[in-house]
């Protein structure tokens, strides 16, 4: 007998995965990760390159700004003469990043920003001419090779008098000359050529030899970037070159031949 305005009884049931189910999703996404983790991971990569070749673009495009205000002529090594010069040494501190610094045409050099390429680790970051060595430096120095100037220069000779780096009009191959790049000591092995190498914070061209730790303090490019190192030319255009390209002065970049 059923009571009047009742409803007839219904039963609930509840759809669920089962276990093997579950194991399969599971595994699918499992997959997807696995495929994903690669491309995010180049992903990050290029973005660090990105980043690194718009630093350097900044950079070069402050030593171009600085030669339009100083008689066409880049930024200085260091304000001083030349290294320990028993006459006319070098100034501790006023190195060229600080010149470029203080000078507006980019931040403070201590606040990182452009100065610092993103593949440069934090156990890189070791003091060297007073600052911290954040991943860039200019090409200079080839006292071996008498008779050719190097392009950035100290800003005075032994005697005192005023020297400076090249002029821009002086520099007849802007488009294949090093003017500030990627250097430093990489720690990530897998930005390590296999030869090794080691450098410090500014750029020094090959030894006849193509040794460069033959140097007192060894100078060289930093291959941070998939093996390669980024180089921002004195016509302000940036290149990523392997190591082997630098180490052999490919199209002359450290300008041992001719400007």
Same mark, same amino acid.
């Given at each position: ?5 009742? +409803? ?49 673009? +900044? ?31 070098? &100034? ?34 070791? /003091? ?28 005075? &000779? ?44 500014? /750029? ?40 082997? &390209? ?14």
């Amino acid at each position: 007998m059923s009571l009047s305005g009742s +409803q007839p009884c219904h039963r609930v049931s509840f759809l669920a995965f089962t276990l093997i189910e579950l194991l399969v999703v599971i595994a699918i996404i499992g997959v997807l990760v696995s495929l994903l983790l690669p491309a995010l991971g180049g992903a990050r990569r290029k973005a660090k390159v990105v980043k690194c070749t718009s630093n350097l673009k +900044q950079v070069a495009t402050a030593f171009l700004l600085f030669a339009s205000d100083n008689n066409d002529q880049l930024p200085p090594l260091n304000s001083g003469g030349p290294w320990n010069h028993p006459v006319t040494p070098h &100034d501790p501190t006023n190195w060229w990043y600080r010149i470029v610094a203080n000078e507006k045409y980019l931040p403070s050099h201590t606040n990182g920003g452009v100065w610092r390429c993103p593949e440069v680790a934090d156990s890189e970051l070791n /003091t060297a001419f007073g600052s911290k060595v954040q991943g860039y430096g200019p090409v200079e120095g080839k006292t071996y090779i008498p008779g050719l100037p190097a392009i950035i220069r100290y800003g005075k &000779d032994g005697n005192g008098s005023a020297t400076g780096s090249c002029r821009l009009s002086e520099i007849a191959r802007s488009s294949e000359v090093w003017m500030v790049g990627d250097v430093g000591v990489p720690k990530n092995r897998n930005q390590v050529p296999a030869s090794g190498y080691r450098t410090d914070m500014v /750029t020094f061209a090959p030894h006849p030899q193509r040794l460069w730790g033959v140097h007192t303090i060894a100078k060289q490019p930093a291959c941070r970037h998939n093996l390669r190192g980024n180089v921002g030319f004195v016509d302000g255009h940036i290149e990523a070159w392997v190591y082997a &390209d630098f180490a052999s002065n490919k199209h002359d970049v450290f300008a041992l031949r001719s400007r």
